[in-house]
C-alpha cells in the first residue's frame, strides 16, 4: 500500500524553528512530485511547498518562501519540511500528499505558533 506519514510537529514559539518529515512507504519518494499542504480549521487546505521529482526543484507559496525550505532524502525515502522564523500565521495542520485536489488524506502533524 502506498503511505504518506507526516511527523515533527508541535508547539514553538514565534520565531522558532521545527522540521517535519513525511515518510513514505510503498513507493519511492525519487520519482514522484511531494507536495506540502497545511489546512486551518473553517478554511480550505493549501498548498504550502512542492519538491520536483525531475530534478529536484523546490517551489513555495509567497507566504512562506525565504523562511521554509522542502528537501528530499532518497535514502530514507523521506522528504522534509525545514520551518523558521515561524510566525503564528503558520499555525495549521501540515500534510504531505502527492498534490492538492486527491481525496485521500493522512492525518497530519499539528503545527502550532504562540507565545
Known amino acids: 500500500q502506498v503511505l504518506l506519514v507526516e511527523s515533527g510537529g508541535g508547539l514553538v514559539t514565534p520565531g522558532g524553528s521545527l522540521r517535519l518529515s513525511c515518510i513514505a512507504s510503498?513507493?519511492?519518494?525519487?520519482?514522484?512530485?511531494i507536495g506540502w499542504f497545511r489546512q486551518v480549521p473553517g478554511k480550505e487546505r493549501e498548498g504550502v511547498s512542492c519538491?520536483?521529482?525531475?530534478?529536484?526543484?523546490?517551489y513555495y507559496a509567497d507566504s512562506v518562501n525565504g523562511r521554509f525550505t522542502v528537501s528530499r532524502d532518497n535514502a530514507k525515502n523521506t522528504v522534509y519540511l525545514q520551518m523558521t522564523s515561524l510566525k503564528p500565521d503558520d499555525t495549521a495542520v501540515y500534510y504531505c500528499?502527492?498534490?492538492?485536489?486527491?481525496?485521500?488524506w493522512g492525518r497530519g502533524t499539528q503545527v502550532t505558533v504562540s507565545s
Open positions: 500528499n502527492f498534490r492538492l485536489g486527491v481525496s485521500d
Open positions: 519538491i520536483s521529482s525531475s530534478d529536484g526543484r523546490t
Open positions: 510503498g513507493f519511492t519518494v525519487h520519482y514522484y512530485n
